[in-house]
């Protein structure tokens, strides 16, 4: 018996695995490995696939999983930790981008509604890929990485009303009054079964089922969860998408949250791929041959336009020209969501064919290019900074007066108030050393101000910054800024200042060691090394070498530049003065009832004086003692500590 569709299946994960790696040495995301396989499978490509329905079938379910993760993820206290960043900022970049693309839409022939599902397209960014690329450099700590973040919620949010306007837009629903009307009914009703299924329903059901302590029943409950709520919203005409992120929403509200989606994890990536894969099929290469020169103008135009759209969007939250620049950049592609509003607009007939190979090939060529920009963005920020800018532009709309205090001198330098930075600000408070902080969150800068502090808002990696600072007169620079990129400018920046500044670097990753010491750092602390030197000491002192000996070796691997964890062989010498001695016994304890056998005795009676134990304390209310007499008695109610193995203990606890 022939099975077509398992054949396809076959083609295109054994296709996408060697495209995929292939793409991983270029460093080129996954994602577009899978457009690529579909553009190679499909019927535009090499024909490989015959049954693309059923293909587009499995992408169906690729979407419900994605939505249901996204609602699982999503998180009513985080929104409200970040509201200004998310309502603000998401709401300003989604509508800007929407208008304007809807203007130059419409300027170029365009009906209206088909201009604002257009706006629709473009409005929204890869929350997949520029994670991913903002995780992997470290940036996530950064303000324009929170910012990007922030800006991607409120687009992950939005793809629900966007979903559900499409048909009202395309004029599918009939009378537009009754519509809406139907509608917003239709939404208070499932408004109210979320609240209702949130609270009530789906924490018993959960509840129930864990108590089975049953993965596997675990798992099909939340799968059933989720499609029977994707199936209910398409049963009264909303979108399987809607319910699926509806049902992931409610399940985030109990405590079983985290243990769905690490269940349903590998299959939402398994579906996806289907819906990538799906997408790329339809890419049409002859077409994109014929019409080149468009597909590039209109990609330039969607990275030009959000780039724009997006840094001004994080200038007016307050943000400085650099981060306004890295935000800009960082979310200047089309989303993953934009290929699912694109299947709704050629269903709806709000995007002809000729329009949808456009806004599929421009998409892809946005995303191929992300890894680039994301990369490219710090250096190109450096480059605009070195021109005349409006101080506004440069430092930020929140910026806060900062003067500089001549009478510093001989001080430190504080870059970043985190928690590393905040240890050595509380740390050179305690022991009078003069210092100032350069911190880029104006809210924090504002509480500590507040507090007596001495902390100037602004972005360390400008010279202006540090001059506010008097770095020239400076004696040590602490950087503990999470980005990699910005720590390197920081010191290249202060190093050119000041020749003769001690500068000490917090950095999360080993790579950053080297070139951070050729740009002029004195001391690299890595994160990552000082954890295992932190383990290694606990090891040696468990195998009682001497605490001097110990602190000498750390001292000695801190000042090779942690060669000994670096390499995998070392010289002979270097570390071969240690003694491993026997580990520390293990401390037993006994407490004494009224019918223990050693209750009432002196110390020189009991028999454990001539065992292979040894005891080191008496614990007696409210005291402990140390020291023994042989005429000291044992009373009802002490607790003993015995130093020894657990073999000779035993001898102890059975007359006890």
């Given at each position: 018996?022939?099975f ?11 296709l996408?695995i060697?495209?995929?790696?292939i ?7 996954s994602?577009i ?5 579909g553009?190679i499978?499909?019927?535009h ?32 206290k985080?929104l ?13 970049q989604?509508g800007?981008?929407?208008?304007f ?15 604002i599902?257009?706006g629709f ?9 520029v994670?991913?690329?903002i995780?992997s ?23 629900v009303?966007m ?8 004029g599918?629903t ?6 809406y009307?139907l ?14 299924g949130?609270?009530?329903i789906?924490?018993?059901?959960l ?7 049953s ?11 989720g499609?029977?709520?994707a ?10 998408a ?6 992931g ?8 949250s ?5 269940n349903i994890?590998?299959?939402?990536d398994?579906f996806?791929?289907f ?9 049409n ?13 209109v990609?330039i135009g ?12 994080a200038f007016?939250?307050?943000?400085p ?11 200047a592609?089309v989303?993953?969501f934009?290929?699912?509003?694109s299947?709704?607009g050629?269903?709806y007939?709000?995007?002809?064919a000729?329009n949808?190979?456009?806004?599929l090939a ?9 890894p680039?920009?994301?990369?490219s963005?710090p ?17 930020g ?12 001198h ?5 870059a970043?108030?985190g928690?590393?930075?905040?240890n ?8 009078n ?5 350069i ?37 040590v620079?602490?950087?503990?800024v999470?980005?990699?990129a910005?720590?390197?400018r920081?010191?290249k920046?202060?190093?050119?200042i ?7 670097i ?11 010491y050729q740009l ?14 932190e383990?290694f ?20 691997i801190?000042?090779h530049q942690?060669?000994?964890f ?9 570390y071969?003065?240690?003694t491993?001695h ?20 002196t ?6 004086i001539?065992?292979?134990?040894l005891l080191?304390?008496v614990s007696?209310g409210?005291?402990v003692?140390?020291?023994?007499e042989d005429n000291?008695?044992f009373?009802?109610?002490d ?6 193995s657990s ?7 059975e007359?006890?």
């Amino acid at each position: 018996m022939e099975f077509p569709l398992l054949k396809d299946i076959l083609v295109i994960f054994g296709l996408s695995i060697l495209v995929i790696y292939i793409f991983y040495k270029v460093r080129i995301p996954s994602i577009i490995g899978f457009l690529f396989t579909g553009i190679i499978t499909g019927p535009h490509g090499l024909g490989l696939i015959q049954n693309v329905h059923e293909v587009e079938i499995l992408a169906e379910i690729g979407i419900i999983l994605l939505l249901f993760t996204i609602g699982i993820e999503f998180s009513i206290k985080n929104l409200i930790k970040a509201r200004r960043s998310v309502i603000v900022g998401g709401a300003l970049q989604v509508g800007l981008v929407i208008l304007f693309t809807f203007l130059i839409a419409r300027v170029s022939g365009m009906p209206v509604n088909d201009s604002i599902f257009a706006g629709f397209l473009v409005s929204l960014s890869s929350t997949a890929i520029v994670m991913k690329l903002i995780q992997s450099r470290g940036d996530l700590g950064t303000f324009h990485g929170q910012t990007s973040l922030a800006i991607l919620i409120f687009q992950d949010i939005i793809i629900v009303p966007m979903i559900l306007l499409i048909p009202i837009m395309a004029g599918q629903t009939g009378d537009t009054g009754q519509s809406y009307f139907l509608v917003a009914a239709k939404g208070i009703g499932v408004i109210a079964l979320m609240i209702l299924g949130a609270k009530y329903i789906v924490p018993y059901i959960l509840h129930q089922i864990a108590r089975t302590q049953s993965n596997e029943l675990f798992l099909l409950t939340i799968i059933v969860i989720g499609f029977a709520t994707a199936w209910l919203t398409s049963s009264i005409g909303l979108s399987l998408a809607l319910g699926a992120f509806i049902a992931g929403l409610v399940i985030s509200e109990s405590e079983f949250s985290e243990q769905a989606f690490g269940n349903i994890m590998p299959f939402r990536d398994l579906f996806t791929s289907f819906f990538f894969v799906s997408v790329g099929m339809l890419l049409n290469l002859s077409f994109v041959y014929e019409n080149l020169l468009l597909v590039i103008m209109v990609a330039i135009g969607i990275i030009l336009l959000k780039t724009i759209v997006t840094g001004f969007v994080a200038f007016v939250l307050g943000y400085p020209f650099r981060t306004t620049l890295l935000v800009g950049l960082s979310l200047a592609q089309v989303g993953e969501f934009s290929f699912v509003l694109s299947e709704y607009g050629i269903k709806y007939g709000m995007l002809s064919a000729f329009n949808n190979q456009v806004f599929l090939a421009s998409a892809v060529i946005s995303l191929s290019l992300t890894p680039l920009i994301i990369h490219s963005a710090p250096r190109l920020a450096d480059y605009f900074l070195k021109f005349k800018m409006p101080e506004k532009l440069r430092c930020g709309l929140r910026n806060l007066p900062v003067k500089t205090d001549e009478h510093f001198h001989d001080h430190v330098i504080i870059a970043g108030y985190g928690i590393v930075g905040r240890n050595v600000a509380r740390a050179a408070k305690i022991a009078n050393i003069p210092h100032v902080i350069i911190e880029l969150n104006p809210d924090t800068v504002k509480e500590e101000i507040a507090k007596g502090e001495t902390i100037y808002y602004g972005d360390a990696t400008q010279e202006i910054i540090l001059e506010h600072a008097n770095i020239k007169q400076a004696q040590v620079l602490v950087i503990t800024v999470p980005s990699s990129a910005d720590t390197r400018r920081i010191t290249k920046t202060a190093r050119a200042i000041n020749p003769d500044l001690h500068i000490i670097i917090r950095t999360r990753f080993v790579r950053d060691m080297e070139p951070l010491y050729q740009l002029g750092a004195n001391e690299v602390i890595p994160e990552e090394f000082e954890t295992s030197v932190e383990i290694f000491a606990r090891i040696l002192a468990k195998y009682l070498i001497p605490h001097e000996e110990i602190e000498k070796l750390v001292h000695e691997i801190r000042v090779h530049q942690y060669e000994m964890f670096r390499k995998l062989s070392l010289p002979e010498s270097q570390y071969s003065r240690l003694t491993v001695h026997a580990p520390i016994p293990e401390i037993h304890s006994v407490s004494l009832t009224e019918k223990s056998r050693l209750t009432g005795l002196t110390y020189g009676e009991c028999s454990f004086i001539e065992s292979n134990i040894l005891l080191v304390g008496v614990s007696r209310g409210n005291y402990v003692i140390t020291r023994f007499e042989d005429n000291f008695v044992f009373r009802e109610g002490d607790i003993l500590f015995f130093l020894g193995s657990s073999e000779n203990f035993e001898h102890v606890a059975e007359h006890n």
